[in-house]
């Protein structure tokens, strides 16, 4: 059930497991088998072998310039964990049960496996784990609506926040001392590539409405599946459909709205205005109008710049004559008398 907490609904986490919750329906006929043969796995005990199969073709079919694709094998291996942990038996270990997860990767890229370690760990391991890496991937969206000062946040980030900060101490405190175990290297190769070995503790108030906010607007719930290749983009059409609906119609989710959306109520009455204007100029006396009216002005404008024109003629002669007359040399004759 996706969450309707206008805070935490937009955090990168919730938007991917949201989209893996509601999955895709089929996967491509080319590789009905292999998807059979994962169906016989151990997920078959679980209660939920459709719902993860749906998640397993969201992912494996997932199109490159999709949100998050680059982490779409980690969220996965989450996503997972999460559906089947409280669902383990003596006979049915998280090993494997996660098994299929490994098939399912070498298949779409065998040189870019799961690493072994990742599943063998603990029920308590994992779920603290899975606290870090969504707390890791959250953060810069976090950062910037509580990071620069005391922000007013709901209850349920709040949470998120503070709880994720004291996972990531107790793991960071335990670590430094059991570098060897599996979990832990897990955590110092989340630390490691998220670039948190010294990561700042994060607050809010908790006291926001967890259903209004002026940002929920501009929150985008799309998430339309695309397939690899047209190919399989056409033999799962049908299966599709229904799939790549707005977001914002299921779950509770606000419909959103995009900027385009933002400006038309500018837009079209400045348009209305220049149809009008083109329409009065064309088809109607005030063409006629108009057009004299500017004549008018130019006819003026035109004297005007004559009159000018004529004045700086007259006066530049005036002054060039004054000149010649300054310039000329007056010599008196006096006649020479005999004495």
């Known amino acids: 059930m996706p969450t309707t907490d206008v805070d935490l609904k937009s955090l ?32 078959k ?19 490159g310039d999709k949100y998050l694709y680059e982490e779409r094998w980690n969220y996965l291996y989450y996503w997972t964990g999460e559906k089947v942990i409280n669902r383990l038996t ?16 070498n298949k779409f890229n065998s040189k870019d496996p799961y690493k072994e370690h990742i599943f063998s760990i603990t029920k308590d391991q994992f779920e603290k784990l899975k606290k870090i890496y969504d707390y890791f991937e959250n953060y810069n969206s976090i950062f910037q609506k509580i990071g620069y000062r005391k922000s007013d946040c709901t209850a349920e980030l709040k949470k998120h926040v503070e709880d994720s900060f004291q996972i990531y101490k107790t793991l ?23 670039q948190k070995d010294d990561l700042n503790e994060l607050t809010c108030n908790g006291t926001k409405d967890p259903t209004i906010s002026a940002e929920d ?36 989710h606000i419909q959103s709205y995009s ?16 149809c009008v204007f083109f329409i009065l100029y064309k088809f109607t006396p005030f063409g006629t109008w108009l057009d004299v009216k500017l ?45």
């Open 172 to 194: 960071k405190h335990e670590c430094a001392v059991k570098k060897t175990e599996h979990y832990c290297k897990m955590f110092q190769e989340l630390v490691k590539k998220y």
């Open 295 to 339: 004549l008018g002005k130019k006819i003026i404008q035109y004297d005007i710049d004559r009159e000018k024109t004529e004045e700086l003629i007259e006066n530049t002669y005036e002054f060039s004559n004054a000149n010649k007359e300054n310039k000329e040399h007056h010599f008196v004759y006096y006649p020479i008398q005999n004495s």
């Open 90 to 105: 003596d006979s049915i270990t998280f090993e494997k049960v996660m098994y299929p997860l490994k098939s399912i990767r």
């Open 217 to 252: 607007e501009s929150v985008h719930y799309t998430e339309v599946q695309s397939l690899r290749t047209g190919s399989q983009e056409a033999q799962l059409q049908s299966g599709l459909e229904g799939e790549t609906q707005d977001r914002s119609m299921h779950g509770g």
């Open 259 to 274: 900027s385009f959306d933002n400006v038309m109520p500018i837009f079209f009455p400045i348009l209305g205005i220049f």
């Open 12 to 43: 990168p986490s919730y938007i991917f497991y949201d989209n893996l919750d509601r999955g895709l329906q089929n996967y491509n006929d080319e590789d009905k088998n292999f998807w059979e043969f994962i169906g016989t796995s151990d997920i």
């Open 45 to 63: 005990n679980t209660g939920i072998a459709d719902k993860l199969l749906k998640g397993f073709y969201y992912v494996y079919y997932m199109h």
